[in-house]
């Protein structure tokens, strides 16, 4: 009843626009704000300073019931005076824009249509594109190509975003997400979220934000129209060497002083992660910053006298290197504090049940005991030892810390792995499916797997008194992405709840059903409250998203020299050199080498399935379950 209620109530939004000394500019805005075809929203305008225009310009709208002004005593910055319109917007939205766009007539209905649509409790934020309006001549060949350049990036942000579809999460999401201009969000979940980073006076305040709202759990919702023109009248050559050198000092505080070691801010580490030769381009571009300034500045004006795409090219990457690199020095800090604040990569293990598999569908999810314990003896020689969840929390995990994860909670966990753990000193994390603990895997049984025990409570709670740690695997192991927001809510939840009241301590941790994530479920599970959650994905993990965490798939499959390079790379030895050639064949300065490295790539990706289609996965009596 109440939610039909809430569905019924249109929302009122409040346009935020702030400005500060273009009056002119900002009468266009507006103009044009006050022709949208939403009725039920208000303008707040806040001018960031003292400013005797733009109070003349308020006198002249003071008819206009549905403008309000605010100004700063004095000048505090744009982040500052988003903020202050936010505080001050009386509507359920908010939705910023600056002094020097145009709006469509449909921009407000169009952003609130996503509001209105979404079902109460979900949280969004709404961000567009802008068209760029170019309002002065471009002077120069730079400035002309940067113009040309940014309406590429523009169209082929779109396009990743659009066709992103209704998925927006992972690595390559994370670094674009951004809010600011042209985007809009709930009121309640802005302030929550703190708002705009007011340190952020200079560039990035959007990123900052974006990737703050995202890791929040807040869905991106992506509108393609455009229906905003920014009037520029920007020296773009300028404009982006200030915007890189301000970037490179706002990373150091960032990484250094917020603690953001996230994909936005990987470039101010990277002389310390990646592939050598990435890592040494970067140590020599923090030892040459400086010259590599001075070269740029030759490249300018030769690119500007010549009109050549390569000498722009070369200014581009001269540039860009050389002012992030002078921004992060005059931060003044060293690369000892940038070595012990990039940290070591975390691998995590992904197991199901320890018994013999009987079919080759279930060899790619079971594990027989004795290659199990084989593995653990290897790993145990080799020196690694099994992480705790809160040492994986940990800013600084020692080297050779894995995180052993088990699946589904079989209940001959309790039998081959318990007394390894005890004799080996080891842990894991054991994901359970809350329903069905003392049951059977039924959820499996149409993916054509046997049915078998699972944990009961009190193997669980003996399981727990050796260190052993619990997650969340839902409650009934659906696909998440699949299931309605009031089941899929009740899964993430209700789960950590009823686990957590069994167990008497805290569940930190989730494992999607089959890998499922989309941004709505990812949302629900930041929400719920878990600080981790696992994927299926392999690889390792360093500076990416807590809520979509790899894990290196060990099965039947599995030699033990797939074992041995997964604990260092996150991935099988035929997917290590898989991988190293994927990148290579994206970064590698020819096409004629990109292709050699793709067919290589290919070759060795047939061979693989090949040698596996033959193999059949053996079960000797020893191994075989006890059902
Ligand atoms: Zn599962």
Redesign the pocket.
Known sequence: MTEDLEHQHRLNCSVIVTTWRRPVLLRATLAALLRQCYTDFEIVVVCDGPDADVSNLARQFQDESRVRWCFHSVNRGLPAARNTGAREAKGDVVLFLDDDVIADPDLVSMHMRHHQQAQSGRRLAVTSLVAEDRQTQLSTYLDERLHNHWKTVLESTSEILSAAGPDPIGDQFQSMACFGLNCSIRRDVFLAHGGFNEHFRASDEESELGIRLYLGGVEFIFEPRVLLTHKNAKNLTQYFRSCWKASGSLDVYRVLELGQKNAQTRRLVSMFHGYRADRLVARMQWHFSSALCNASQWAERAANRSRSPKLFGIWGRTARAGEYWTGVKASSCTLNQLKSAAGSSRCALML?SLSAPMSREEATYYLSPRRFKQMMRWFVTAGYKAATLSQWLEDNLPEKRILITF??GYDDLYDRFLPLAIEHNLTAVI?L?ADHIGGSNI??QKTGLRARKLLTWSQIREMQKYGIEFGS?TLS?PNLPDVSDEQLRREVRDSKHRLEDALGAEVTSF?Y??GGVDRRVRSAVAEAGYKLAFTTLPGVNWWNDPLTQRRADVNENTTLLDFAFQLRTGYGFTQTFSERLRSLERDLPTSLLRAAAGALRRFGHHAVHLGRGRKQPAATPEDAPAE
């Open positions: 199901h699946d589904d994901f499916v959820f499996d695997h192991h494992a059903p089959y």
